[in-house]
């Protein structure tokens, strides 16, 4: 099940197995076994074909298939065409019905398009489909690349955003949405403070407490990294 190494521009190798999320994009292998780790999962559990019992060579072949569709998104995305970049990624949702990170790719190239409800709903689905996929690195800035525009459209769609969630009467959807930006641009104190005012209105959604989780881990990493590196500073002479 080893997809070859296929440099794409300034994107990070594309690697045997991973695909993780942000800058360094790469095909997630996903191990069977007792030692799986909370953001691995088997392939034959999410490969669907004609067969039930599905030969080597046409798992190859289908991951083959997925893969080059996946990069052209990603090509997309970072060419600044965010609506051929969701098709691309809505693609590959159907040549891995069951494949969650299709869908979060699908869900960042509709939160640049504005199409708020979609985006939720495509996490939404990635969530059921895996519950530790909150735990992946979703670096969201890397996603759009290092390119001056690139990077002007990522702050453009964030304050976009904002502006949607500051100037819309209480939406939970939209309240997670951009805790979900703010995660995944390495602010999960602002991702946790919107958790929190999103919980006033409803305390038993799954993706709410699953960002809850993930925001309250990452800012805890935070301040631990920042208390140690004051000691160090206070040590010395």
């Keep these: 099940r080893v997809i070859p190494s296929t440099p794409i521009n300034d994107t990070p190798r594309v690697g045997p197995g991973k695909f993780v999320a942000g800058g360094g994009v790469r095909f997630i292998f996903y191990p069977r076994g007792k030692n799986r780790h909370a953001t691995q999962f088997d392939p034959d559990e999410k490969l669907e074909t004609d067969r039930s019992n599905p030969s080597a060579k046409e798992r190859e072949e289908v991951f083959r298939h997925y893969s080059d569709i996946m990069l052209k998104g990603i090509a997309r995305f970072r060419e600044r065409e965010y609506e051929e970049a969701f098709e691309k990624f809505r693609m590959a949702t159907e040549v891995i019905k069951r494949d969650p990170t299709s869908r979060m790719y699908a869900a960042h190239a509709l939160l640049a398009m504005s199409d708020y409800k979609a985006a939720v709903s495509f996490i939404r689905e990635a969530l059921i489909l895996e519950p530790g996929v909150l735990a992946i ?39 997670i949405l951009l805790a979900y930006a703010y995660l995944c641009s390495q602010k999960p104190a602002e991702a946790l403070k919107l958790v929190e005012r999103a919980k006033r209105q409803t305390k038993d959604d799954s993706l709410l407490l699953s960002l809850e989780k993930r925001s309250r881990a990452a800012t805890l990493r935070i301040d631990l990294a920042v208390t140690e590196n004051a000691g160090q500073v206070a040590k010395r002479p």
Excluded at 165 to 174: G, K, M, Q, R, S
Aim: net charge positive; hydrophobic share 25%; no cysteine.
């Design 137 to 175: 690195d979703w670096n969201l800035p890397a996603s759009y690349g290092p390119s001056v525009n690139a990077q002007k459209d990522y702050h453009k769609h964030l304050n976009r955003l904002k502006r949607r969630v500051a100037n819309t009467p209480p939406n939970t959807d939209l309240k």
